[in-house]
């Protein structure tokens, strides 16, 4: 009641934001009179004067009126259409950095203008992110005729786009894209060995369009690139035969700290094993081509000579399956990391897995959070408004209408049963169709749009069906959803981001029928004959009711139903919404149907009758909310998992970009070289041990093995009063010089261009494990709950242990291929690519329908792009027989 009381007094949180907002719109209405008289040339020549201002010290903020008053002017002369007052306001929130959620209708690709242009102007770049490719293309080229009259370049990413065009399209002003895409070619370009091969500049400012779709629905599931495994099982094999002809001097075993390595007899013999194999791509073991093979033996060494067959694994179905060593348990599903558990399964005999490894991933949240400014736009927002606030800090602001909303919002029809809901719909199809109204029947799936569908076959009603498969012909078909008596049924997404004018799309109509015409008069004629007829027809479906909305189930979610509301009612067109439920529903019988069958049936409710009330509306809106709270709970804890590996993705893409920036990495080097040889000598000459408690015959074989040196280490240790810090002085010494040698051998220039390219392979090749383990530790830190132990805190524990130990292996693994590498000569060194991108695989599995999003694109002449075909329908590849008649035959 207080609440109510002081919203009439001082008006909604959301009145007061619009307040100021009002203030600047008629500043720039004011600037109208000023701009209109401009000559082209001179409204091009404003972009110029604003970047002066701007490098001047001016703020944004400063030049917004008159940056939005030519922006207006712009639209107008470059598309007839001038931004109403409701547009400007949404623009102004835009640059605000928060969320505008504006009605569908309302002009939103136009809104996005306004604060797209005047975040361009610092020369940062703005991307423009939509759902699919179809809307980016469009927006782009439609959107393209505003900027270039104010001197502005667009560009456009979409699939298919080579790296040279998505550069280019990244250096422009503005860059319209997928959230996809954009988030692949960071994980991409975060893949690559130079600074030049990247695509993307820094992260600046993004305008989100259908901001809850991709920043909450899209965002349950991560972005992964995945590739398959460098090594094949052919070499596993191949080198796990040779490990039995080694004789017990070519290597050492130190329990204590479960390692092995090859000693010197070792390696020159295991060399000449790898080089009658086949196995070595030029003479000396340690050349640089020869880093795969290298390690292909150390793990099959490890495999056989530190690990036990039923003790630290079993053989179980064909598989290797590890033994915990501390419970003893099976532990299905885990494997080692770095290749080990290949060696294992070769030393066995049993089939090599083939890993699909993780290469890259994000999720969205992470990816935005990116932005120095996020921005978005949406008609359904308010819903989710806690979830934008605390995730990615943003604020939900509702503009008004242009026009007010004239729609009837029906209260529900619930019915006993689906089949009774389902002749209730039928029914009401026909009417509307008798009376030559247009019809948008809602589905919440492409099966149960597919399901109604039939039912409308068999009663001979003409309808177009969408599932969000094919974008650009939905665009087409949802355009023309409001025209008289047109049945359109389609899944939630589909066709989003297209209004439905009524009486038809005149625009796209016109489109179809120039294409290909060039007689100006012909087109002419053409344009004003369509554009009379959509008019006309128009007229008759305002008469009629403008279009009347089905929705055949409640979503989970509110946001969902409110989307297919607004589908109707357009710029204060009338319009008709109604749900109709039944108890079979999935959202009716999870919240209690069965008592309210059995309520149902004491009153009498008869078959085919329905239970019409406000209060069920209340109802079903609690149990939703219900949904909703526990599905952001999901979303939320998968994100603070998401913020561990993030921290760390940081860290790591930062390090890597500043590796590739740099020509000399050779003080970097030394700093892991340096602390390799510092942490040898402290595990093997302990902080205040006594002489006879060293170990010097360890810290000498592991000189040799890590440095390559063979050091007089243990008579070191005999002389008189000598400590650990002057032993390990000796050690850095003969190390820096021996590094020092092998730069004059080869040349400072192709020691730097070895140095760089090897650290950045091996900083990918524990990346990736390092990935795949914490993968590994996500799925098993879940079971630590029933210790009492809270998984999160755990996981970021482990995680951060893991790191560490990363990056120490980074270290040494450095150190010790540097240390050992030769080149013949220096045209031996080859700069190193990055991946091939045509074995790498993009995933993003689409939330609802648990497709992969990034799967091939259709093509009718490639039937693995066309998904399940049923063998009634057409054939997909445009022969017009059915497709049992034609692909689909059986033989």
């Given at each position: 009641?207080?609440?109510?009381?002081?919203?009439?007094?001082?008006?909604?949180?959301?009145?007061?934001?619009?307040?100021?907002?009002?203030?600047?719109?008629?500043?720039?209405?004011?600037?109208?009179?000023?701009?209109?008289?401009?000559?082209?040339?001179?409204?091009?020549?404003?972009?110029?004067?604003?970047?002066?201002?701007?490098?001047?010290?001016?703020?944004?903020?400063?030049?917004?009126?008159?940056?939005?008053?030519?922006?207006?002017?712009?639209?107008?002369?470059?598309?007839?259409?001038?931004?109403?007052?409701?547009?400007?306001?949404?623009?102004?929130?835009?640059?605000?950095?928060?969320?505008?959620?504006?009605?569908?209708?309302?002009?939103?690709?136009?809104?996005?203008?306004?604060?797209?242009?005047?975040?361009?102007?610092?020369?940062?770049?703005?991307?423009?992110?939509?759902?699919?490719?179809?809307?980016?293309?469009?927006?782009?080229?439609?959107?393209?005729?505003?900027?270039?009259?104010?001197?502005?370049?667009?560009?456009?990413?979409?699939?298919?786009?080579?790296?040279?065009?998505?550069?280019?399209?990244?250096?422009?002003?503005?860059?319209?894209?997928?959230?996809?895409?954009?988030?692949?070619?960071?994980?991409?370009?975060?893949?690559?060995?130079?600074?030049?091969?990247?695509?993307?500049?820094?992260?600046?400012?993004?305008?989100?369009?259908?901001?809850?779709?991709?920043?909450?629905?899209?965002?349950?599931?991560?972005?992964?690139?995945?590739?398959?495994?460098?090594?094949?099982?052919?070499?596993?094999?191949?080198?796990?035969?040779?490990?039995?002809?080694?004789?017990?001097?070519?290597?050492?075993?130190?329990?204590?700290?479960?390692?092995?390595?090859?000693?010197?007899?070792?390696?020159?013999?295991?060399?000449?094993?790898?080089?009658?194999?086949?196995?070595?791509?030029?003479?000396?073991?340690?050349?640089?081509?020869?880093?795969?093979?290298v390690h292909h033996s150390n793990q099959a060494l490890r495999a056989h000579k530190l690990f036990e067959k039923d003790k630290d694994y079993i053989v179980k179905g064909g598989k290797v399956v590890i033994i915990d060593e501390f419970t003893g348990r099976m532990m299905d599903g885990r494997r080692y990391s770095d290749g080990l558990h290949q060696a294992l399964e070769a030393k066995e005999k049993v089939d090599i897995q083939p890993e699909n490894q993780t290469l890259a991933s994000i999720t969205f949240q992470n990816y935005f959070r990116m932005y120095d400014k996020l921005s978005g736009m949406t008609g359904t927002a308010s819903t989710e408004a806690e979830e934008f606030a605390e995730i990615y800090g943003l604020a939900v602001v509702e503009i008004p209408t242009n026009i007010g909303v004239a729609r009837k919002d029906e209260d529900d029809e619930v019915y006993r049963t689906e089949e009774e809901k389902h002749n209730a719909i039928l029914e009401t199809i026909v009417e509307c169709q008798e009376r030559g109204q247009p019809v948008l029947v809602g589905t919440a799936s492409i099966e149960k749009s597919e399901a109604l569908s039939n039912i409308l076959k068999k009663k001979n009603i003409k309808h177009a069906v969408l599932n969000a498969r094919f974008h650009d012909q939905e665009a087409e078909i949802i355009s023309q959803a409001g025209r008289i008596g047109a049945v359109t049924i389609a899944?939630?997404?589909?066709?989003?981001?297209?209004?439905?004018?009524?009486?038809?799309?005149?625009?796209?109509?016109?489109?179809?029928?120039?294409?290909?015409?060039?007689?100006?008069?012909?087109?002419?004629?053409?344009?004003?004959?369509?554009?009379?007829?959509?008019?006309?027809?128009?007229?008759?479906?305002?008469?009629?009711?403008?279009?009347?909305?089905?929705?055949?189930?409640?979503?989970?979610?509110?946001?969902?139903?409110?989307?297919?509301?607004?589908?109707?009612?357009?710029?204060?067109?009338?319009?008709?919404?109604?749900?109709?439920?039944?108890?079979?529903?999935?959202?009716?019988?999870?919240?209690?149907?069965?008592?309210?069958?059995?309520?149902?049936?004491?009153?009498?409710?008869?078959?085919?009758?329905?239970?019409?009330?406000?209060?069920?509306?209340?109802?079903?809106?609690?149990?939703?909310?219900?949904?909703?709270?526990?599905?952001?709970?999901?979303?939320?804890?998968?994100?603070?998992?998401?913020?561990?590996?993030?921290?760390?993705?940081?860290?790591?893409?930062?390090?890597?970009?500043?590796?590739?920036?740099?020509?000399?990495?050779?003080?970097?080097?030394?700093?892991?070289?340096?602390?390799?040889?510092?942490?040898?000598?402290?595990?093997?000459?302990?902080?205040?041990?006594?002489?006879?408690?060293?170990?010097?015959?360890?810290?000498?074989?592991?000189?040799?093995?890590?440095?390559?040196?063979?050091?007089?280490?243990?008579?070191?240790?005999?002389?008189?009063?000598?400590?650990?810090?002057?032993?390990?002085?000796?050690?850095?010494?003969?190390?820096?010089?021996?590094?020092?040698?092998?730069?004059?051998?080869?040349?400072?220039?192709?020691?730097?261009?070895?140095?760089?390219?090897?650290?950045?392979?091996?900083?990918?090749?524990?990346?990736?494990?390092?990935?795949?383990?914490?993968?590994?530790?996500?799925?098993?830190?879940?079971?630590?709950?029933?210790?009492?132990?809270?998984?999160?805190?755990?996981?970021?524990?482990?995680?951060?242990?893991?790191?560490?130990?990363?990056?120490?292996?980074?270290?040494?693994?450095?150190?010790?291929?540097?240390?050992?590498?030769?080149?013949?000569?220096?045209?031996?060194?080859?700069?190193?690519?990055?991946?091939?991108?045509?074995?790498?695989?993009?995933?993003?599995?689409?939330?609802?329908?648990?497709?992969?999003?990034?799967?091939?694109?259709?093509?009718?002449?490639?039937?693995?792009?066309?998904?399940?075909?049923?063998?009634?329908?057409?054939?997909?590849?445009?022969?017009?027989?059915?497709?049992?008649?034609?692909?689909?035959?059986?033989?």
């Amino acid at each position: 009641m207080f609440g109510t009381l002081a919203k009439k007094i001082f008006g909604s949180s959301n009145d007061r934001a619009l307040k100021p907002i009002q203030a600047l719109v008629t500043q720039i209405n004011a600037l109208e009179d000023q701009i209109a008289p401009l000559s082209d040339d001179e409204l091009k020549a404003k972009t110029d004067q604003f970047r002066e201002q701007l490098s001047g010290g001016t703020k944004l903020d400063d030049i917004l009126p008159e940056a939005f008053a030519c922006v207006r002017e712009a639209a107008k002369r470059a598309l007839g259409e001038r931004h109403y007052d409701v547009q400007l306001m949404g623009g102004i929130v835009l640059h605000q950095g928060k969320i505008t959620e504006m009605k569908t209708g309302e002009g939103k690709t136009l809104v996005s203008t306004l604060a797209a242009y005047l975040n361009a102007l610092e020369g940062k770049g703005v991307h423009v992110v939509t759902v699919n490719d179809y809307l980016a293309k469009r927006d782009s080229e439609w959107m393209a005729r505003v900027y270039e009259r104010l001197g502005m370049t667009v560009g456009c990413i979409a699939s298919g786009v080579d790296e040279t065009e998505r550069r280019a399209a990244y250096a422009c002003d503005i860059t319209y894209g997928t959230n996809n895409e954009f988030g692949f070619d960071y994980l991409r370009d975060n893949m690559k060995f130079d600074k030049e091969s990247m695509v993307q500049r820094d992260f600046n400012f993004a305008i989100v369009d259908e901001v809850d779709s991709i920043l909450i629905d899209e965002a349950r599931t991560p972005l992964i690139i995945s590739g398959p495994a460098e090594d094949s099982s052919e070499s596993y094999m191949a080198v796990d035969a040779l490990i039995p002809q080694l004789a017990e001097e070519d290597y050492e075993v130190d329990e204590k700290s479960k390692s092995v390595s090859f000693t010197e007899v070792g390696t020159e013999h295991i060399e000449r094993l790898l080089e009658e194999a086949g196995l070595l791509k030029s003479g000396n073991l340690y050349d640089i081509e020869n880093v795969g093979a290298v390690h292909h033996s150390n793990q099959a060494l490890r495999a056989h000579k530190l690990f036990e067959k039923d003790k630290d694994y079993i053989v179980k179905g064909g598989k290797v399956v590890i033994i915990d060593e501390f419970t003893g348990r099976m532990m299905d599903g885990r494997r080692y990391s770095d290749g080990l558990h290949q060696a294992l399964e070769a030393k066995e005999k049993v089939d090599i897995q083939p890993e699909n490894q993780t290469l890259a991933s994000i999720t969205f949240q992470n990816y935005f959070r990116m932005y120095d400014k996020l921005s978005g736009m949406t008609g359904t927002a308010s819903t989710e408004a806690e979830e934008f606030a605390e995730i990615y800090g943003l604020a939900v602001v509702e503009i008004p209408t242009n026009i007010g909303v004239a729609r009837k919002d029906e209260d529900d029809e619930v019915y006993r049963t689906e089949e009774e809901k389902h002749n209730a719909i039928l029914e009401t199809i026909v009417e509307c169709q008798e009376r030559g109204q247009p019809v948008l029947v809602g589905t919440a799936s492409i099966e149960k749009s597919e399901a109604l569908s039939n039912i409308l076959k068999k009663k001979n009603i003409k309808h177009a069906v969408l599932n969000a498969r094919f974008h650009d012909q939905e665009a087409e078909i949802i355009s023309q959803a409001g025209r008289i008596g047109a049945v359109t049924i389609a899944t939630n997404m589909a066709g989003r981001g297209t209004d439905i004018k009524l009486g038809g799309n005149a625009q796209m109509l016109i489109d179809q029928k120039t294409e290909g015409k060039t007689d100006a008069d012909e087109i002419a004629k053409i344009t004003a004959e369509i554009e009379a007829e959509v008019q006309a027809e128009k007229e008759k479906v305002l008469e009629l009711g403008g279009l009347f909305v089905i929705g055949t189930e409640r979503h989970e979610s509110r946001r969902i139903d409110n989307q297919l509301r607004g589908r109707s009612g357009r710029q204060g067109d009338p319009g008709t919404s109604r749900f109709y439920l039944s108890l079979q529903d999935d959202l009716m019988r999870i919240f209690g149907s069965e008592r309210m069958d059995g309520m149902l049936k004491k009153l009498g409710l008869e078959e085919g009758e329905a239970i019409i009330h406000p209060w069920i509306n209340k109802a079903l809106e609690k149990a939703q909310q219900k949904v909703e709270a526990r599905n952001y709970d999901i979303r939320k804890n998968l994100l603070k998992f998401d913020d561990v590996m993030n921290d760390q993705r940081k860290v790591v893409y930062e390090q890597r970009i500043n590796m590739m920036k740099e020509d000399d990495l050779s003080e970097t080097i030394k700093d892991m070289r340096l602390g390799v040889i510092d942490d040898m000598v402290s595990n093997h000459i302990p902080e205040k041990a006594y002489p006879e408690q060293w170990d010097t015959d360890g810290l000498k074989n592991e000189v040799l093995e890590v440095l390559g040196l063979d050091l007089p280490v243990d008579e070191w240790a005999k002389e008189e009063g000598i400590a650990d810090e002057e032993i390990r002085e000796r050690i850095e010494d003969h190390s820096n010089r021996k590094m020092a040698e092998k730069a004059v051998r080869y040349g400072t220039e192709v020691m730097r261009m070895v140095e760089k390219s090897l650290l950045l392979q091996i900083l990918d090749q524990i990346w990736k494990e390092h990935l795949l383990q914490l993968d590994h530790l996500r799925q098993s830190v879940s079971l630590r709950a029933y210790a009492q132990k809270d998984p999160l805190n755990e996981y970021k524990s482990e995680a951060f242990g893991m790191f560490q130990t990363m990056l120490n292996q980074l270290h040494v693994q450095v150190t010790t291929y540097l240390s050992h590498v030769e080149l013949q000569q220096p045209s031996d060194v080859i700069e190193r690519e990055a991946p091939d991108e045509s074995q790498m695989q993009a995933t993003h599995i689409d939330p609802v329908t648990g497709e992969n999003e990034m799967a091939a694109a259709f093509d009718e002449n490639d039937p693995s792009t066309w998904g399940k075909v049923r063998r009634n329908d057409p054939c997909p590849c445009g022969s017009g027989k059915k497709y049992k008649h034609c692909h689909g035959t059986v033989s």
